[in-house]
């Protein structure tokens, strides 16, 4: 069946370290990625996306993600977190032709302490 | 900016009970999805549906249905309700794009909270 992994449930950091959060996914064809953010209480909201072209792609909020085709890996990553980075963080993967069934991972939920 | 309405952010039921969840998007996209959201299982889709009065079955359909007479309301229908099915909810909308529809990002509502009881 294809899945998405993220083996990081819970993470915890203190203010201006570094992140990187893991995301493997398990289709042999070609896919888009996203990683989506759910801040405590809002709704969830797109922090990047990977269609085609450059694998390392910057989104939101400093953030940035690289696909590694070879290791169906799609990491999330932050040089420095904030405070207002805890929130809980979910990536996804849906098939080229596949329309748009996502299938998302589990999550992982991260707390910056200040 | 796009903008997903769900009806009610708290609702509480009765196992046995029909239920309703509405949502309304405002951006005239073609495709709207149900999902789930459940601790240590992130989201499941319900259904999901490209076009007014289509639909298809996501990934756990199961105890639900869907309705969307009209392009901007998406309906879920919990047709008699049962306490396993005490979750979040949570509607989203895509517009349809390129490479098969695949590259749009989803836009999602609030969530509701429904506890069956």
């Known amino acids: 069946a294809q899945s998405v992994s993220q083996h990081n449930h819970h993470v915890i950091l203190s203010e201006a370290a570094s992140l990187e959060l893991g995301c493997n996914y398990s289709?042999?064809?070609?896919?888009?990625l996203f990683w989506y953010v759910q801040y405590p209480g809002q709704h969830l909201q797109l922090l990047l996306k990977?269609?085609?072209?450059?694998?390392l792609v910057k989104g939101i909020k400093g953030f940035e993600a690289e696909f590694i085709k070879s290791k169906f890996s799609f990491n999330l990553r932050k040089p420095s977190v904030q405070w207002s980075d805890t929130a809980e963080y979910f990536c996804?993967?849906?098939?080229?032709?596949?329309?748009?069934?996502?299938?998302f991972g589990t999550g992982t939920r991260l707390l910056v302490s200040p | 900016d796009v903008k997903v309405t769900q009806s009610s952010r708290y609702l509480v039921k009765r196992t046995g009970e029909k239920v309703f969840l509405e949502c309304v998007q405002d951006?005239?996209?073609?495709?709207m999805f149900w999902y789930r959201q459940d601790p240590g299982l992130g989201l499941r889709l319900i259904y999901f549906?490209?076009?007014?009065?289509?639909?298809e079955k996501g990934d756990i359909p199961e105890g639900y249905s869907v309705s969307r007479e009209k392009k901007e309301r998406f309906s879920l229908i919990l047709e008699s309700a049962s306490t396993n099915q005490t979750s979040m909810y949570l509607c989203?909308?895509?517009?349809?794009?390129?490479?098969?529809?695949?590259?749009?990002?989803?836009?999602f509502g609030d969530g509701t909270r429904l506890s069956i009881l």
């Open positions: 990977y269609f085609s072209g450059d694998p």
């Open positions: 951006m005239d996209h073609e495709n």
């Open positions: 989203a909308s895509s517009r349809t794009g390129s490479r098969q529809g695949s590259n749009q990002p989803q836009h």
């Open positions: 289709y042999g064809g070609t896919v888009n």
């Open positions: 549906s490209y076009d007014v009065k289509m639909k």
């Open positions: 996804a993967v849906n098939r080229i032709g596949g329309f748009q069934k996502l299938v």
